[in-house]
């Protein structure tokens, strides 16, 4: 089986510019989370996809947002992009609902600058 | 606020030899954990997992043992080597929240020849 494919793997945006990410689960996988890695403040929580909607959402602005399509693909997108929002986004996918087992892809290395 | 803490930054240990991460965590809702590696510009690989149903969990080299009254789990990797050298990350979460993990700040492990 595939693993969880995230693209593109790197992008370079400017302030004030928004960008969308991509994110593909394993397949038969219905569950997509997204989380942000930063130096400073570790792996954290931005939200969570299950049959197109969202059932958890972490600490961030409304600047991110995201949507889960019926293949189950998810796609998030920051808006107004700010120099901290420079960080490796990571897409995790799992099965279902009866475990949290969450498999990652490579991530996407976003600079703003 | 961070509910899980690895105290450690960084772990030394000679291949062969075990390895030994440890994770706490504050808060008594949760109730599964999980324990990822990660290279440099690569997502977490997910190595092994813990209900805390159980007190540990074992899967060839990788053994998982959790003290809930302690709010401790650690990571056992016997023998270590040079292929382990990463960073180490715990996670938990929460029946109540599946989908959302909160992750440690990690250790970096190193195995030396």
């Known amino acids: 089986k595939a693993g969880v494919t995230q693209t593109p793997r790197y992008l370079i945006k400017t302030r004030g510019q928004q960008v969308t990410l991509s994110c593909s689960p394993i397949?038969?996988?219905?569950?997509v989370s997204w989380y942000q890695q930063t130096p400073g403040q570790g792996l954290q929580f931005l939200f969570e996809?299950?049959?197109?909607?969202?059932?958890n959402k972490g600490n961030f602005p409304g600047r991110f947002s995201g949507r889960q399509f019926s293949n189950s693909r998810s796609e998030m997108n920051v808006s107004t992009l700010e120099l901290g929002d420079s960080a490796l986004y990571l897409c995790a996918s799992k099965p279902g609902l009866d475990t949290d087992t969450q498999y990652f892809g490579p991530g996407t290395r976003l600079t703003v600058l | 606020d961070q509910q899980v803490k690895q105290n450690s930054p960084s772990l030394s240990v000679q291949e062969g030899r075990i390895s030994i991460l440890n994770c706490d965590y504050t808060?008594?809702?949760?109730?599964?954990f999980l324990w990822y590696k990660k290279y440099p510009a690569e997502g977490p690989t997910f190595l092994i997992s813990?209900?805390?149903?159980?007190d540990k969990n074992e899967d060839g080299r990788f053994t998982v043992f959790l003290n809930k009254s302690a709010k401790h789990l650690s990571l056992h990797i016997v023998p270590s080597q040079p292929g382990d050298s990463a960073v180490y990350f715990c996670a938990a979460s929460s029946t109540d929240s599946w989908g959302k993990l909160q992750f440690g700040a990690g250790t970096q492990v190193v195995v030396t020849p």
């Open positions: 397949s038969g996988h219905r569950s």
């Open positions: 996809y299950f049959s197109e909607t969202q059932r």
């Open positions: 808060n008594s809702m949760f109730d599964y």
């Open positions: 813990i209900s805390s149903i159980k």
